[in-house]
């Protein structure tokens, strides 16, 4: 952080010793970086219920091997205008079981709508979409 | 707060000026106050996460008034040794459904087995529980 | 319900043996009860997404006693013509804590941003929006 | 499927039309489909809930391109006997952040702490756990 700027947090001692006791598990290294994450955790959740702003998001299915439908989805999203797939990961979970990453950028209520359409198809056994950032901002 | 102490934050320029846009939205009046929140908000998430740690819990019922069984229900609960129901609020929705609202102390893995039952009685159409504190220590 | 419909549902027989523990857990007496949960569930997440449909809300703000400034912003909301507090309930949880919840009504973005103004009140050390419905549709 | 068994599902004709509709709006071929998807969301909820039964996870990081932590802390996780990453993505959003999605296998409750580990790391300016199954039995 080459530019830098600092503000004051006053609370009570015991809430200190209980934020420190937090901090110490989650292996943080300062409180700094701490509230950092807390502030950029409500930004996020903010800008995803605002649901037009750029955002980030990273789809998670988990599928039959044998399905083809989500192929086939996945080939019709990519020609899809709005929200875009830029990277994916495939994991071979077992004979029968896989893991699709898919890392998605675009409006937040249009990665949405693409997760919703996604997680729909039949095949899939379960999927969630993580809501995240482009970073940009934070 | 009769006895406190200070932390300074250090951040970006810009991630404070997304903070305290956000502040205003949320119609708070200083950081400190937000910042806590944020705090407090990580800390009962954990105890939930523990789960043999004391906790308060809300759990909202949405229910058919014609049913008889969560009445059941809740009287064998309030004999239930572990978590404890300390309060209730019931509101007539219309003449059909109905909205029970039960405060809950005890151990928070104590107070998710009570809700995860009256939730699954016949005739709660929907059913919440909120995971908050005592505030004891926060 | 005097009016039932029925359809089939076809699935692995290890799933609905998973299925059938998840219900004993839960204390479901049948499974039409505990699918028609999931669906119930699935609407009002719907609902809520979409923010322009009538729903209920609880709002659940863990405070401390002595703070006035909770008390002047519920004044100020009950002549809020938008959300609507339909009754509330109140719990003194030791000398310094207090359990405050509301019941309301109204459009669900609407109640999103009542129940933002109240948690983020001085004062309030927690506080959380339990998303429900008024039930009429389901 | 190979090997299918059915359960009958009734439900008032109200709260079926909602659910057709449902099932548009997300591209739902079959009512089956939607159900057996009902199921396995809650069967991982639980899953993760009782925290010592085998899982996937995937942990999404955006991250600061020039952070030097998070890499180190990477290389110690490969060398944890507990939850072990399977794969890891790779993305490049922009001059400075980047994004870092891991697939991890273990037990619920490792997953977690490791996930905890990685987004408290410096540099680190999102994380999120996404929490899913191995498929086996689902």
């Known amino acids: 952080m ?3 700027v600092r503000f004051g947090v006053s609370l009570e001692p015991e809430l200190l010793k209980q934020f420190d006791r ?3 598990a989650r292996r943080y290294t300062n409180r700094s970086e701490a509230v950092r ?10 800008d995803w219920r605002v649901g037009n ?3 980030a998001g990273v789809v998670t299915l988990l599928y039959d091997h044998a399905s083809m439908e989500l192929a086939q989805r996945l080939t019709h999203l ?3 205008q709005h929200a875009q797939i830029v990277s994916s990961l495939h994991v071979h979970l077992d004979h029968h079981n896989c893991l699709e990453v898919l890392v ?3 409006r ?8 919703d359409r996604l997680i729909g198809t039949r095949g899939v056994k379960h999927g969630k979409l993580t809501m995240t950032a482009t970073g940009r901002a934070l």
Chains 1, 2, 3, 4 share one sequence.
């Open 53 to 55: 702003r750029q955002a």
């Open 78 to 80: 990519q020609h899809d």
């Open 104 to 106: 998605m950028r675009g």
């Open 108 to 115: 937040a209520h249009e990665i949405r709508t693409a997760a």
């Open 37 to 46: 994450d807390l502030i950029r955790d409500a930004l996020i959740e903010e």
């Open 2 to 4: 080459a530019n830098v």
């Open 22 to 24: 937090l901090l110490t």
